[in-house]
């Protein structure tokens, strides 16, 4: 360590920042974990990923959208639900995630600064002690960035975070909207958009572009906006929003101006088009880095910075910005530094989750994709409603496509909508990382009834295709 304080300072207690403290203390090394919030967990346990999944279960449930009739018996949940019901879930699991966090950190004894953390040189970290005015320099043979990302807040939207929100303030309300718009058709805005039109809120999504979820397959997002459609929520493209008429009046709906000249009245209003790397006063520039546009940090294949000391992971660099590639991101950055075992290098196949109601995920390619990249493939498709687990859950939609290399019938990609689809994705990243035939699909034995039975039904289908009957 030399004649450093820490061998490691992290800054940012989120998935990437815990876990690269986790793994360099195993390995025996110094750390320090500079957070400026109250608890660690970051977006991941406060602000995104967990609260927003935890508040669309507990909308299913409040709902009964996936119970009813399906037993010959309409079970009727409605009853006056509060906010603090709709939140309950959230903040238990909150909680539990926090604590689960601290208990690592301890065991890990790993000493916890709560404040902010400004870069002074490429060793010296400044901590400003939050409800202090007691500021500390300490030192690291290493610094670690992983300050997550914001909500992009362009100054034309009036956030007021009690009727005008961002993804943040949405998760602090105090009570239910009586109508909803929301801008921006990403994964964020389209999570939301579900969670509160499975309650029976009017909702209507906006986007600028002329379809949701560009990177998805297009049949999964044809269907996911049929039944966003099915399920009340007015889906409008190819517009934006030109500005917004606020309402100082509680019981007066704000009047939202769109680009096209419509204009909705609403209750609330969430804006939801994108996130900004998190770097604004951590001294950057006082080392020589500069962030993008969109605050992210430029980083090599090791997530290191073109300072040889300082490194950055999870969503302050960008893509793919998620909790479980940003985990990972942090175990490679320490292994890099101080040459410990472990991941070397993150995995390249991975899959998305989108926790919209239904679920979406996908692993591989699309064929668009694989129309780009000039490579022969054909498909296979499967629909829940004809599986018999998916008779028993009582699925009325959903279906999973499985693309694959018309010639050796490799799997390429996998994709789902339907009841689950970010937990049965996990097969199909084993069949596309291992290169798997649709044979091989077809060959496995799965529990039956369970709903990966899609699978088999998928390759059967595509070697139905492939050959120009169906194959049974």
């Known amino acids: 360590m030399g004649n450093y304080d820490f061998d490691l300072i992290v800054i940012g207690g989120g998935p990437a920042g815990e876990k690269a403290a986790a793994k360099a203390s195993y390995f ?36 009964g959208k996936n119970d009813k009739g399906i037993f010959g018996v309409d079970k009727d949940l409605k009853r006056d639900v509060s906010i603090e019901d709709f939140f309950y879930r ?73 009727r005008i929100h961002d993804s943040d303030s949405i998760l602090e309300l105090k009570k239910f909207p009586k109508s909803l718009c929301v801008l921006g058709a990403g994964v964020i805005g389209c999570e939301y958009t579900t969670i ?21 397959d297009s ?25 917004i008429e606020k309402s100082e009046e509680e019981d007066t709906n704000h009047k939202i101006h769109l680009s096209t000249g419509e204009v909705l009245e609403v209750d609330m209003f969430l804006f939801a088009a994108g996130r900004s790397g998190n770097t604004n006063g951590l001294g950057l520039d006082r080392v020589g880095l500069q962030a993008t546009k969109r605050g992210t940090i430029e980083v090599t294949d090791h997530y290191q910075t073109k300072i040889p000391s300082i ?27 101080f040459t ?38 054909m498909c296979g498709m499967s629909k ?19 693309v694959f290399h018309k010639e050796s019938t490799e799997v390429l990609g996998v994709h789902i909508i339907g009841n689950l689809a970010t937990e049965i994705i996990h097969y199909g990243m084993t069949l596309v990382s291992e290169k798997k035939t649709l044979q091989d699909v077809i060959a496995a034995p799965f529990n039956y009834p369970t709903l990966h039975d899609l699978y088999k039904y998928a390759a059967y289908d595509g070697l139905g295709n492939l050959s120009g009957h169906k194959v049974k």
């Not at 966003?228 to 929003?241: A, L, Q, Y």
């Not at 409603?385 to 499985?402: C, D, H, T, V």
């Open 28 to 63: 025996g090394k110094k750390v320090a974990l500079i957070e400026k919030e109250r608890f660690p967990g970051g977006a991941g346990v406060h602000t995104g990923t967990l609260p927003s999944k935890t508040l669309k279960e507990t909308a299913l449930f409040l709902s």
């Open 90 to 162: 959230r903040n238990y699991v909150t909680e539990s995630e926090t604590n689960a966090i601290n208990t690592n950190l301890e065991k890990h004894k790993i000493q916890v600064f709560h404040g902010l953390g400004e870069i002074q040189d490429p060793h010296t970290v400044k901590v400003s002690i939050a409800n202090s005015k007691e500021k500390i320099d300490i030192t690291g043979e290493f610094i670690l960035i992983s300050t997550g990302s914001i909500p992009h807040r362009p100054s034309e939207i009036p956030f007021d975070g009690i």
């Open 196 to 216: 509160f039109a499975s309650l029976g809120i009017p909702v209507y999504l906006v986007d600028t572009r002329d379809e949701i979820l560009p990177f998805l």
């Open 219 to 243: 049949e999964i997002t044809s269907e996911l906006v049929r039944i966003m459609r099915t399920d009340g929520i007015e889906v409008i493209f190819n517009s934006g929003v030109s500005h």
């Open 311 to 337: 490194y950055a992971v999870g969503d302050v660099i960008g893509f793919p910005a998620l909790a479980s590639t940003s985990m990972d991101q942090g175990r490679i950055a320490v292994t890099h530094m």
């Open 340 to 377: 410990t075992g472990g991941m070397k290098e993150l995995y390249q196949i991975f899959p998305y989750g989108i926790y919209t109601i239904p679920e979406v995920s996908m692993v591989g390619i699309t064929e668009k994709e694989a129309a780009q990249k000039q490579i022969p493939v």
């Open 384 to 402: 829940y409603e004809n599986m018999a687990r998916g008779k028993i859950l009582g699925a009325q939609s959903g279906f999973l496509k499985i």
